[in-house]
């Protein structure tokens, strides 16, 4: 049984709940944050299907009727990678390194995320605050590589600068919260 989030982990998961719609064909890699993840997706309402190789992540979608789940794994996921389709890619790196480098632990978890990411259709990290500035040992690539980053609140102003200089989308709780408050205020 996996542990609950941290309190930073359940802020990234909301906001990945944030940017889903209905229909959407998305990839959840392995990782601590896949299996919250996938617990929450039928409280969206949403249609979806989910293609994962998290067994976490499989079993917690398994009884949910309005989602369609497919486990990934073994040799062939890679040599099939590009026969799937797959609109938002959700990767959890395991540090990013102060010169910006995706970093995992694994070369299995590395080639996986390099198949997926040449696939997907809009490409977004996942980042705890508490990873930043880190290394792991196997290479993923630059930063440039992902459309997006969803982090925690706790992530500071120079990740941020960094991120943006990118022209790359950030999403935080806090983020998630002004947009919800803004939009509230729009509709009164």
Known sequence: VQDAPSPY???IVQTVLSLLQP???????????????????????????????????????NSAAQIRTVLLGGALTLANME????????????????????????TEKAEFIQGALSIAEEKIMLCPSD?????????????SLVNAVVTDSA???????????????LYTSIDLYEFRHTRDKLTQ
Do not use: H, W
């Open 9 to 11: 982990g359940r802020e």
């Open 23 to 61: 229909g959407d064909v998305i990839m959840l890699s392995s990782g601590p944050l896949a299996g919250p993840i996938a617990r929450e997706l039928e409280n969206t309402g949403f249609s979806l299907t989910v293609l994962t190789n998290d067994l976490a992540a499989a079993q917690a979608l």
């Open 83 to 106: 026969r799937f389709y797959v609109n938002k890619f959700f990767f959890e790196c395991d540090a990013l390194s102060p010169n910006l480098t995706i970093t995992v632990s694994s």
């Open 131 to 143: 990873r930043l500035g880190k290394a792991a040992f196997y290479r993923v690539g630059d930063l």
């Open 155 to 169: 992530v500071s102003d120079s990740y941020k600068k960094a991120v943006f200089e990118r022209n790359l989308r």
